[in-house]
């Protein structure tokens, strides 16, 4: 059985929180499919990088180390990717749908006429029965994301082409390792085989990270905001609920929109996902796409005047009634019974 692929971004020496999601994923998905977990890592100075990468369960890791290949750039990458996926033929390839990943899955897809299955939010293993050819397919990657605005939930299959490619957002996969002590396999491949001159035709001269001083996927405890706070001065009140509670404060992709925030704070299908211990959606309605972002938290806490309120279906607490006069009790008994 031809194996299950994650490509592994490493930045500074550590491997990415969505790499690492993703061979958690990987791992379930070849346990499932009976067949072996790959990974490959792309950069420079990887010495015991696998270190870092059998711990999820990893057969095998493919190194290509060359101080041509870090920082990330779209030629060589995607060489390497296209080259190697063409020996070792995965029936599954799985990339992070980062800056990196948007832009290298299209092209590895292109190149191999794979497919490509942008943002899934969920990777599930299932047969289909095509009806018109009368044949039945066994052991798809079923490809489920969002589609058409969020309205419905699609789940995209491949059944013809290889390898089935899916890309993931951080957060949205849990990460897990499966053994500490798990040992694999290690391939250094001879990057000069797998690259030309013309893929080093673009110079990166200089790189800069804008570092987010918002750390809305660590934090134990999120206090969101909607449209139905009113204003950005109503937000305070979740800044300050935040604070005695030790939590971070996201938002609705309406509240962002309406200026009552920054677009970083943004939780769901276009923001970010989270999955804290509790989460407290204050006057959000909870449509789709916002509970794409949040309904796999511990605890859900819902403050909304409409006890109709789509939202009050995934609260393990509803509370219904007015965000401005609820929050400030919250704070107000939580300082009290805390002392
Ligand atoms: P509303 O839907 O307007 O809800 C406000 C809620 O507040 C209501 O339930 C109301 O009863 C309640 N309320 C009003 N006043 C009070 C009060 N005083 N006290 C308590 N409750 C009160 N949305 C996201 O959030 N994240 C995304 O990433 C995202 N991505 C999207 C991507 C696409 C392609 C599309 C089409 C949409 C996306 N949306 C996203 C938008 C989403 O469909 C909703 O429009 C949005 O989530 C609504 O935000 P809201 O719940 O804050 O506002």
Same mark, same amino acid.
């Given at each position: 059985m031809n194996s299950v692929f994650v490509y592994c971004e490493i930045e500074d020496g550590q491997v990415a929180e969505v790499s690492q999601e993703l061979m958690t994923k990987g791992r379930s998905l070849a346990n499932e499919l009976k067949c072996k977990l790959e990974a490959i890592v792309i950069g420079h100075? @990887?010495?015991?990088?696998e270190e870092q990468i059998f711990p999820y369960g990893v057969d095998t890791v493919h190194v290509a180390d060359?101080?041509? @290949?870090?920082?990330?750039?779209t030629l060589p990458h995607t060489s390497i990717i296209v080259k190697l996926f063409e020996e070792q033929k995965p029936q599954i390839a799985l990339m992070g749908a980062s800056s990196i990943g948007r832009d290298l899955g299209p092209r590895v897809s292109s190149a191999l006429h794979s497919g490509l299955t942008a943002d899934c939010t969920s990777l599930v293993i299932g047969d289909h029965l095509d009806k018109k050819q009368d044949k039945n397919y066994e052991n798809l990657l079923y490809q489920i994301r969002p589609a058409f605005g969020g309205n419905i939930i699609a789940t995209i299959i491949n059944p013809d082409c290889r390898p089935q490619m899916a890309t993931v957002r951080e957060g949205v996969m849990k990460k897990q390792v499966l053994d500490p002590k798990y040992k694999g396999k290690v391939v250094k491949l001879d990057v000069a085989k797998y690259?030309?001159?013309?893929?080093?035709?673009?110079?990166?001269?200089e790189r800069h990270m804008e570092k987010s001083k918002v750390n809305m996927k660590g934090a134990p405890i999120v206090v969101a905001g909607g449209y139905g706070m009113g204003s950005k001065e109503n937000f305070q009140l979740l800044y300050d609920l935040a604070e005695v509670l030790g939590g971070e404060v996201g938002a609705s992709r309406a509240a962002v929109d309406a200026g009552y925030v920054e677009h970083e704070r943004q939780i769901g299908q276009t923001g970010v996902t989270v999955r804290p211990k509790l989460y407290i959606a204050c006057g959000i309605s909870g449509q789709i796409q916002h509970r794409a972002?949040? *309904? *796999?938290?511990a605890q859900i806490i819902a403050i909304n005047?409409?006890?109709?309120?789509?939202?009050n279906a995934v609260a393990d607490y509803v509370i219904t009634g007015d965000v401005a006069e609820i929050i400030p009790k919250m704070i107000k008994y939580y300082k009290k019974n805390t002392k």
């Open positions: 100075q @990887l010495e015991g990088v060359d101080k041509r @290949l870090f920082p990330y750039s690259v030309s001159d013309a893929d080093f035709a673009v110079e990166i001269i972002g949040m *309904e *796999e938290s005047t409409d006890p109709e309120a789509p939202i």
